[in-house]
């Protein structure tokens, strides 16, 4: 079975600080795709990006973009110029389809921004 | 735009009590699936569904039933709750593999 770990339970920095989360998995398997979650005390739950595996191009959404590591099977999240708002449960997660199409979640960091 | 609705966001049960936790989606996707989010243990997966009468079980199933009838609606079922079933309930739908999850607001359900 996948399993997603993310070894960083809480994190903190200052406002406008780059901040980086990590997050490692294991599968035998060559096409997957990770997923990156956002979740706020409003405890809504929302996506911030995502990556292909099969891409070598890391994904980047404005002040997010991750470094994908294929062969160490690593998959961290970049935050620059952190803002209050960043504040949240961040949560990995994987997918695929021999993983009978299973998104699976990492333990998650929750970060803090302080002003 | 209701996306996918959960109902109810709170619940106290008695240990013993039975109840369903209702999801229902608008956006006509296949896949659905219901998570139990607890400290430290990150989301886990109950149940899930790829399509109206197919489910299956996922990490933690004990305890928990499943139907999937119709396209929108995948309730579930807590049999004889349990204390251990404390937990926030998070039901989430995406059109296939490999997209987005939207997620409900979630349940707090609290036995006792």
Redesign the interface.
């Known amino acids: 079975a996948q399993t997603?770990t993310?070894s960083q339970?809480e994190m903190s920095v200052q406002e406008a600080e780059t901040v980086t989360l990590s997050c490692t998995y294991d599968t035998s398997e060559s096409n997957y795709?990770l997923?990156w979650?956002k979740q706020p005390p409003s405890?809504?739950?929302i996506?911030v990006i995502?990556q292909?595996a099969y891409k070598q191009q890391n994904a980047t959404e404005n002040r997010f973009s991750v470094n994908f590591q294929k062969a160490a099977k690593s998959f961290s999240l970049k935050i620059s110029d952190s803002q209050l708002g960043d504040t949240a449960m961040y949560?990995c997660a994987f997918?695929s389809?021999q993983g009978?199409?299973?998104?699976?979640?990492?333990?998650?960091t929750r970060l803090t921004i302080n002003p | 735009n209701a996306g996918v609705t959960q109902t109810p966001k709170f619940q106290v049960l008695k240990t013993g009590q039975s109840m369903t936790l209702q999801c229902a989606q608008d956006m006509n996707h296949e896949?659905m699936?219901w998570?139990r989010q607890d400290p430290?243990?990150?989301?886990?997966?109950i149940h899930?569904s790829?399509g109206a009468g197919i489910t299956?079980q996922?990490e933690v199933p004990n305890g928990y039933n499943v139907s999937r009838s119709t396209t929108e609606d995948f309730p579930l079922r807590l049999l004889s709750a349990a204390p251990s079933q404390t937990s926030?309930y998070?039901c989430?739908s995406?059109p296939t593999?490999?997209t987005?999850?939207f997620?409900g607001?979630?349940t707090r359900l609290t036995v006792v």
């Not at chain 2, 430290?40 to 997966?45: A, F, H, P, Q, V």
Request: net charge positive; glycine share 12%.
């Open positions: 997603v993310q339970p795709y997923f979650y405890r809504q739950m996506l995502r292909e949560f997918d389809i009978a199409q299973k998104l699976v979640f990492g333990q998650g | 896949y699936s998570y430290g243990m990150g989301l886990r997966l899930y790829v299956d996922g926030v998070f989430a995406r593999a490999f987005e999850a997620f607001q979630g």
